[in-house]
């Protein structure tokens, strides 16, 4: 399975983006698709997941300012994110994996390359 990921970029404080992630190859593998961030000096932590039938799961850092979706048609999954925030900054990863392995199963699924997001205040 394949990964890409596009669409971060440089923002002002309250401003939005919409990331997107495209996956390809052997996808019948994969059934819920996620995005984590990673800002400097901090863990990997999750900002959202959605599984094939459209269940979604936030982390703590939405606080109802982003949104996930997902086109299963073009196999692609995004996140949009609204009010941003400079502490929204970031290298934003998309993951896949198997929806037997629970919300936290990213970590033995498939990783695209990470798309970076800076907010400037």
């Known amino acids: 399975v394949q990964l890409q990921a596009s669409g971060g970029g440089l923002v002002q404080a309250g401003g939005s983006l919409r990331l997107s992630c495209t996956a390809s190859?052997?996808?019948?593998?994969?059934?819920?698709r996620g995005w984590y961030r990673q800002a400097p000096g901090k863990q990997r932590e999750l900002v959202a997941a959605i599984t094939s039938g459209g269940t979604t799961n936030y982390g703590n850092s939405d606080k109802g300012r982003f949104t996930i979706s997902r086109d299963n048609a073009k196999n692609t999954v995004y996140l949009q994110m609204n009010s941003l925030e400079p502490e929204d900054t970031a290298v934003y990863y998309c993951?896949?994996?198997?929806?037997?392995?629970?919300?936290?199963?990213?970590?033995?699924?498939?990783w695209g390359q990470g798309t970076l997001v800076t907010v400037s205040s």
């Open positions: 190859g052997s996808i019948s593998k994969i059934d819920v």
């Open positions: 993951a896949a994996w198997s929806i037997r392995e629970g919300w936290g199963g990213a970590p033995s699924g498939f």
